[in-house]
């Protein structure tokens, strides 16, 4: 399951040796080496495959950027807590800058936290924060493990569940939503990415077994900033088509089908 989160570092690797990248992340060639998946993967089965790796990588290479700015953001307010949910082979904590008293927590399930941390010692990696990992499943109550690792619910969080709530089904995503607000002092933020209308269709059905695409399960309702509404956050979506023709590399393509709401999400815990 957690393979996916090597597969995104390959992404990162490849993005990282552009020369305009979006963001240049170190540690990303080294994970997916580690995963087998550099400096090659296994090509894709046919064209269909192939067409299907090149969106969902240029999907994670706009994602990446969007969370980056979003935390960025969230810095610049004042937030000192960022908790990346499903984490995987995330590497913020080594590749930005961190205001100083900034705690990171990581968390994801053990596998996954062992394989990263066997990739980071052999590189030396050193972070550029307090970062903290947590070894728990999200189907779990995490929110005790939380605390336990030292975050603090009444201060301001950062939250981002990246390339996640696509693998967890529909009753997962709503309980992992209460618990984050719950979790959530007012001015906290919170940056998801959702699957969009379709996708799982459009990409998911014939998806060769064991990939990525072959696991999602959950996509967007029809109303993300409602539903988030409704759960005490000011939201705004995004699609990726805007965001990658305001990140400078725009798509050309036409849309095949009339756009709805983008699953690239911020949000503004309401101050009540
Ligand atoms: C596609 S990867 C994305 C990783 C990372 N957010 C990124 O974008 O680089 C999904 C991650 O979610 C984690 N994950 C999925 N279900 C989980 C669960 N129930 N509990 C904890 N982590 C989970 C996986 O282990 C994996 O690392």
Not at 5 to 23: I, K, Q
Not at 104 to 117: I, N, Q, S
């Amino acid at each position: 399951m957690w393979a996916t989160a090597v597969g995104v570092a390959r992404v990162r690797a490849l993005e990282t040796e552009r020369e305009n990248a979006l963001f240049r992340d170190r540690l990303a060639q080294a994970f997916a080496a580690a995963g087998g998946l550099w400096p090659s993967s296994p090509p894709p089965v046919d064209e269909a495959a192939r067409r299907r790796r090149t969106a969902v990588s240029f999907s994670i290479v706009i994602r990446t950027k969007f969370l980056d700015d979003l935390l960025r953001q969230a810095s610049a307010s004042g937030i000192r807590q960022v908790v990346l949910l499903g984490a995987g082979m995330d590497s913020r904590a080594f590749r930005m800058d961190w205001p100083e008293d900034t705690r990171l927590f990581e968390v994801d399930t053990a596998a996954p936290l062992d394989f990263k941390a066997s990739v980071l010692r052999q590189e030396r990696a050193v972070a550029r924060c307090e970062r903290i990992t947590v070894a728990v499943d999200l189907r779990e109550d995490w929110p005790a493990a939380l605390a336990a690792a030292g975050h603090d619910p009444a201060a301001p969080t950062v939250w981002i569940a990246e390339g996640l709530l696509i693998y967890l089904p529909a009753d997962a995503v709503e309980l992992l939503l209460d618990r984050i607000s719950t979790q959530s002092a007012p001015g906290s933020r919170m940056g998801l990415t959702l699957g969009s209308r379709g996708v799982i269709e459009r990409f998911g059905t014939d998806a060769s077994p064991g990939s990525a695409a072959s696991m999602w399960v959950s996509e967007m309702p029809d109303d993300p900033v409602g539903w988030l509404t409704g759960h005490g956050w000011e939201a705004q979506s995004h699609t990726l088509r805007e965001r990658a023709a305001a990140y400078g590399r725009p798509i050309s393509s036409p849309p095949e089908r009339e756009e709805g709401p983008g699953g690239l999400i911020s949000a503004v815990r309401r101050r009540t």
